[in-house]
């Protein structure tokens, strides 16, 4: 009898000018069958030098580093890369919410992650971002884009953007960026989860978003919620 063929592990990335840090997580990394660290890279210039020639699925990268900080290289690596084949960016940071890492968020980057947590969490984000979906907690995405927005006039975006999304999408959308969850909308929308899955999914394909974090930063930007609703 023949086993079914098992599927390759993800390619990760570890980006980090501190040698032990980034030991730490290939350890975390490696443990894992589905799972395999296969570049390392000690400051964002490497690393954009290294992914120029490399693909890889996802890239854990440190925010603060030397040469080349994190939100530039997340710029440069993701402007290089195909859209196709673009590797999702889930950036590290020493403090909750801080300005590099909105700015992160802005150049690209699928959503941050606290050196601190817990190992469970780390490959559950490197998963659920390579998924597409966002590794910033429901409650935290609303506080973090209402950081982001709180800088700018409201409605800095043409709300042209929206005009191919059905009223459900909309409504979807909305309550996406007031920071509920697919169960949560689910509930307020009466329709199965799997239901709000699937417009999400059709949310993001026609905004030409990354993943839900960039689909909310659309929401904010064209005034479709505002800060503080």
């Given at each position: 009898?023949?086993?079914?063929?098992?599927?390759?592990?993800?390619?990760?990335?570890?980006?980090?000018?501190?040698?032990?840090?980034?030991?730490?997580?290939?350890?975390?990394?490696?443990?894992?069958?589905?799972?395999?660290?296969?570049?390392?890279?000690?400051?964002?210039?490497?690393?954009?030098?290294?992914?120029?020639?490399?693909?890889?699925?996802?890239?854990?990268?440190?925010?603060?580093?030397?040469?080349?900080?994190?939100?530039?290289?997340?710029?440069?690596?993701?402007?290089?890369?195909?859209?196709?084949?673009?590797?999702?960016?889930?950036?590290?940071?020493?403090?909750?919410?801080?300005?590099?890492?909105?700015?992160?968020?802005?150049?690209?980057?699928?959503?941050?992650?606290?050196?601190?947590?817990?190992?469970?969490?780390?490959?559950?984000?490197?998963?659920?971002?390579?998924?597409?979906?966002?590794?910033?907690?429901?409650?935290?995405?609303?506080?973090?884009?209402?950081?982001?927005?709180s800088a700018v006039p409201s409605a800095t975006r043409s709300t042209a953007v929206l005009?191919?999304?059905?009223?459900?999408?909309?409504?979807?959308?909305?309550?996406m960026a007031k920071g509920l969850s697919n169960t949560e909308i689910g509930a307020e929308?009466?329709?199965?989860?799997?239901?709000?899955?699937?417009?999400?999914?059709?949310?993001?394909?026609?905004?030409?978003?990354?993943?839900?974090?960039?689909?909310?930063?659309?929401?904010?930007?064209?005034?479709?919620?505002?800060?503080?609703?």
């Amino acid at each position: 009898m023949t086993t079914p063929e098992t599927s390759l592990p993800l390619r990760i990335a570890l980006v980090d000018d501190q040698p032990l840090v980034r030991a730490g997580f290939a350890m975390v990394i490696d443990s894992q069958p589905d799972l395999e660290v296969v570049l390392q890279a000690d400051d964002g210039a490497a690393a954009v030098d290294s992914l120029a020639s490399r693909m890889v699925d996802v890239v854990l990268m440190d925010v603060r580093m030397p040469r080349m900080d994190g939100i530039e290289a997340t710029r440069q690596i993701l402007s290089r890369a195909p859209a196709d084949r673009a590797p999702r960016i889930i950036v590290l940071t020493t403090f909750d919410l801080d300005d590099y890492v909105v700015a992160a968020i802005r150049a690209g980057a699928s959503g941050f992650m606290l050196k601190d947590s817990q190992p469970e969490e780390l490959l559950s984000a490197i998963r659920t971002v390579h998924r597409g979906d966002a590794v910033i907690a429901p409650s935290a995405t609303r506080r973090l884009m209402e950081q982001m927005v709180s800088a700018v006039p409201s409605a800095t975006r043409s709300t042209a953007v929206l005009d191919s999304l059905t009223d459900r999408e909309r409504e979807v959308l909305t309550l996406m960026a007031k920071g509920l969850s697919n169960t949560e909308i689910g509930a307020e929308l009466f329709v199965a989860e799997a239901t709000v899955k699937t417009h999400v999914g059709r949310v993001l394909s026609k905004l030409g978003a990354r993943d839900r974090v960039h689909a909310v930063i659309t929401a904010f930007e064209t005034g479709l919620v505002r800060p503080g609703e």
